[in-house]
């Protein structure tokens, strides 16, 4: 199965990857699904949602910042380097991912569009504006406040919030003329992330999963290949 993945990456020229939690696992980063996921001990509704940062600011910034100082501590792993060898080897290529942890950009992959946004920057939900704190070294203590006074939120896409029109429109573009999709370490059970393999099958493209368990997704696959992504994807890179 693997010879053939890297037989149609060696074939393509417009490459798409969509990833989610599962890439960052082997980089000491949790999932939010599965045994042991995010979603196993806290609930999505009371940390995740606009509502849930509107009734308790405070809890909502402990559990992130609980989350950047995990991320702060842990490094991009072998397959976030791996699609940075990848994006190297085709004319086109574009990287979705719905990881908030900014490690695709820490390994070095220069076209990459967040989903659902990035847990080192912040807006203010008073004036809207946006700020970046991927240098940090040190999570946020309490809630952070913004020049103007009011009070900042992650900048990242909660439950029940849009997703920014441009990254979309961008992704559905692209999706167009993709003739490989590469779909890495995500359940594929949110929307609307799971319905871009779909998108991606009804326009031709060939699809290639890589994940330790099969999801929903599998079933219409080309090309499943069951096993950690920080194995598989550097044997991909190092085969093309
Ligand atoms: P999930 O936690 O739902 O799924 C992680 C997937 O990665 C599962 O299918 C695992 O089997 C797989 N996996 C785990 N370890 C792996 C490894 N080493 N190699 C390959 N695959 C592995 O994470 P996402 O699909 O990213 O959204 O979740 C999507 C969204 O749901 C997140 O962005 C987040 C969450 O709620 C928001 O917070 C808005």
């Not at 798409?16 to 980089?27: D, H, R």
């Not at 000491?28 to 009734?55: C, E, S, V, Y």
Request: with cysteine; hydrophobic share 40%; net charge positive.
């Amino acid at each position: 199965m693997i010879t053939r993945a890297i037989e149609t990456l060696k074939n393509s020229t417009s490459l798409f990857v969509l990833t989610g939690a599962g890439i960052s696992a082997a980089s000491g980063i949790p999932t939010f699904r599965g045994k042991d996921g995010l979603w196993k001990k806290h609930r999505a509704l009371d940390l995740a949602t606009p509502q849930a940062f509107n009734n308790n600011p405070a809890l909502v910034w402990e559990w992130y910042h609980w989350r950047q100082k995990i991320i702060l501590r842990s490094k991009p792993n072998p397959a976030h380097v791996a699609l940075v060898e990848l994006e190297t080897k085709v004319k086109e290529y574009l990287l979705l991912t719905q990881n908030v942890d900014n490690l695709h950009q820490r390994a070095g992959s220069r076209h990459v569009l967040e989903l659902h946004g990035n847990i080192f920057r912040t807006q203010c939900i008073q004036c809207g504006i946006k700020a970046s704190h991927a240098d940090i070294e040190t999570p946020f203590v309490g809630i952070p406040k913004c020049s103007c006074g009011g009070m900042l939120r992650p900048d990242v896409v909660w439950f029940g919030e849009p997703i920014p029109p441009s990254i979309w429109q961008t992704t559905v573009d692209f999706l167009n003329k993709a003739d490989t999709v590469i779909i890495c370490g995500t359940s594929g059970v949110v929307w609307p992330a799971a319905a871009l393999p779909e998108m991606a099958k009804s326009k031709g493209s060939t699809l290639i999963e890589i994940n330790i368990e099969a999801t929903p997704i599998s079933q219409m696959v080309d090309i499943f290949l069951g096993g950690k992504s920080s194995e598989i994807l550097p044997k991909i890179a190092a085969g093309i």
